[in-house]
């Protein structure tokens, strides 16, 4: 896969899961952007728990424990290569690292996936 096709692929569901890293917590807004975009993309929760542990979770942790880093918005362009240059390399014993590692680099923000996780179940009137 090339750096065009994940983009058109994953960018706006990337961009639309990058406010669970900011300093502040996400409103309602976001989380109805978040539910949305999952919506679109007829992901299931276990698919979008592992694209938020790998594809998403390596990036964003360094912007969250980064002192220079942006805490109110993030750059999407900035953000955008970051995370499509993070996964173009995301293959083999990279995959498997990220993996075993996950659980730090989600830690932070777990809370808040869990929020949307059963705000997600919730519009799809599943049970929890």
């Not at 290569?81 to 996964?87: A, D, E, I, S, Y």
């Not at 083999?92 to 996950?102: D, E, H, P, T, V």
């Given at each position: 896969m090339?750096?065009?096709?994940?983009?058109?692929?994953r960018g706006d569901?990337w961009?639309?899961?990058?406010?669970?890293?900011l300093d502040?917590?996400?409103?309602?807004?976001?989380?109805?952007?978040?539910?949305?975009?999952?919506?679109?993309?007829?992901?299931?929760?276990?698919e979008?728990e592992?694209?938020?542990?790998?594809?998403?979770?390596?990036?964003?942790?360094?912007?969250?424990?980064?002192?220079?880093?942006?805490?109110?918005?993030?750059d999407?362009?900035?953000?955008m290569?970051?995370?499509?240059?993070?996964?173009l390399?995301l293959k083999?014993?990279?995959?498997?690292?990220?993996?075993?590692?996950?659980g730090?680099?989600t830690?932070?923000?777990?809370?808040?996936?869990?929020?949307?996780?059963?705000?997600?179940?919730?519009?799809?009137?599943?049970?929890?």
């Open positions: 090339n750096a065009q096709q994940l983009v058109d692929e569901l961009l639309a899961l990058a406010p669970l890293w502040r917590e996400p409103g309602e807004r976001d989380y109805a952007i978040m539910v949305n975009t999952i919506e679109h993309h007829g992901l299931g929760l276990h979008l592992w694209i938020f542990r790998l594809e998403l979770a390596p990036v964003m942790s360094r912007h969250q424990l980064s002192i220079t880093s942006e805490w109110r918005q993030f999407d362009y900035r953000l290569k970051q995370l499509v240059g993070h996964n390399r083999g014993w990279r995959r498997k690292g990220w993996a075993l590692f996950s730090l680099t830690m932070m923000v777990r809370h808040r996936w869990q929020e949307l996780m059963n705000r997600l179940v919730v519009a799809r009137g599943e049970a929890a």
